[in-house]
């Protein structure tokens, strides 16, 4: 082989050694000088609680007047004006509305012309009565004697009949018109529309002007509602475990006294007055299988007003040695629940539980952890089972921030 060829032949051997060596260069795994492994990865933990704790229940509850009485016409006629301010508080025997009551008052004008005329009447009556009656005295005597006739005697005697019958008669009149005119004044009272209780009067349904009648609509609506009812429902089997942790009619009533009733209104804000229980309904609905409830609410300032909603809540039961977590750390998959637990080894563990009621912002656990244990607070769904982790205490205060 000539040199030449040689030296093309060496070239080209030395490039192909370069090529495979960038090759085998480039599958190799690359470390960096001084890099160590990855460390594990830090979650928050917190231990399982245990302590007795409050069960609240919680139900959908709207509002309702203590009281609420629709003002009505009683007679008919146009109105005329109107007396309070729609919404305004008003008290008992207040003027809302006033009926045109010139109708109303020449009824009464008249009949208290018919009651004098009726007077009149019995005392003219009396008067011949009277006459009539001297007639029998004077001629009972001389007819005695037969100093007058029998006839006469007769004829008086009659006539005085027929004059304490005329006096009957005037005095079933009198009654007639006295009653004429107390219905006249009755309806003449009507014509002013009062408020019948102390409360709020709601809109106006009927305006100036507008003709009435008993078959009318109400014009206006007045509710109480300084204390207000608030009406929610129970499910039956709610009601029933209530009732029967109370056996007797006396420790039912004072169970019934001592509950106590908490407002959340619509706002999420919680409402700072107390309620009461107040009655439950007499039986149990048959398409929803629940109890209508009402509870009792102070509402100074009227505050609260009828047709509103809120949440109604009320501890009905201690749970005792409960084991609590936050609700942040259970995850819910396909209808179950889940927690990771942090093992000795600081290995994660994925572990399917029970939950029981709500309690705040944490879950009863009713089986599945044990006092004590460590749970991944949240983010659980990221870490897989086996898992080695850095726990960390879990800062609630900092998470609600």
């Given at each position: 082989m000539s040199a030449p060829l040689k030296r093309t032949f060496w070239i080209i051997a030395a490039l192909c050694l370069i090529g495979i060596g960038l090759i085998i260069a480039a599958m190799r795994p690359k470390h960096v000088e001084g890099a160590q492994s990855a460390s594990p990865p830090d979650v928050e933990v917190v231990a399982v609680e245990q302590k007795d704790v409050p069960i609240y229940g919680e139900w959908i509850g709207t509002f309702d007047g203590l009281v609420n009485a629709d003002v009505r016409a009683q007679v008919t006629?146009?109105?005329?004006?109107?007396?309070?301010?729609?919404?305004?508080?008003?008290?008992q025997g207040q003027l809302l509305f006033q009926i045109d009551?010139?109708?109303?008052?020449?009824?009464?004008?008249?009949?208290?012309?018919?009651?004098?005329?009726?007077?009149?009447?019995?005392?003219?009556?009396?008067?011949?009565?009277?006459?009539?009656?001297?007639?029998?005295?004077?001629?009972?005597?001389?007819a005695r004697e037969q100093a007058a006739s029998q006839q006469d005697l007769d004829n008086s005697v009659q006539n005085n009949l027929a004059a304490k019958a005329t006096v009957a008669t005037a005095k079933a009149q009198i009654k007639t018109a006295?009653?004429?005119?107390?219905?006249?004044?009755?309806?003449?009272?009507?014509?002013?529309?009062?408020?019948?209780?102390?409360?709020?009067?709601?809109?106006?349904?009927?305006q100036v002007g507008a003709l009435v009648n008993p078959s009318s609509g109400p014009v206006t609506s007045v509710s109480t509602v300084d204390p207000i009812k608030v009406y929610f429902t129970v499910g039956e089997p709610q009601y029933l475990a209530w009732r029967k942790?109370?056996?007797?009619?006396?420790s039912r009533l004072e169970a019934d006294k001592n509950l106590r009733l908490q407002l959340i209104l619509a706002d999420g804000s919680?409402?700072?007055?107390?309620?009461?229980?107040?009655?439950a309904d007499r039986q149990v609905n048959e398409s929803t299988g629940a109890i209508r409830i009402a509870g009792l609410f102070p509402n100074p300032g009227n505050v609260l007003r009828p047709g509103?909603?809120?949440?109604?809540?009320a501890v009905i039961r201690l749970q005792r040695d409960a084991l609590l977590v936050p609700q942040r750390a259970v995850s819910e998959l396909q209808g179950g629940y889940e927690v990771g637990v942090v093992d000795g080894d600081k290995k994660v563990i994925i572990r399917t539980v029970s939950v029981g009621d709500p309690v705040g912002t944490q879950w009863v656990i009713a089986n599945g952890l044990s006092r004590g244990e460590q749970v991944v607070a949240e983010g659980v769904q990221k870490l897989r089972p086996g898992t080695r982790v850095n726990p960390k205490p879990f800062d609630a205060e900092a998470k609600d921030r």
């Open positions: 006629g146009y109105l005329l004006k109107q007396g309070y301010q729609e919404g305004a508080s008003v008290k009551p010139r109708p109303f008052q020449a009824v009464v004008d008249q009949s208290e012309g018919q009651l004098a005329q009726a007077r009149a009447q019995l005392e003219n009556a009396e008067a011949v009565q009277r006459r009539t009656e001297l007639d029998v005295n004077r001629y009972t005597p001389l006295e009653a004429t005119l107390e219905t006249a004044r009755i309806n003449l009272d009507f014509t002013r529309l009062v408020a019948p209780i102390d409360g709020i009067a709601g809109q106006a349904q009927l942790r109370f056996p007797s009619e006396a919680t409402y700072p007055h107390v309620g009461t229980f107040y009655f509103g909603y809120a949440k109604v809540r």
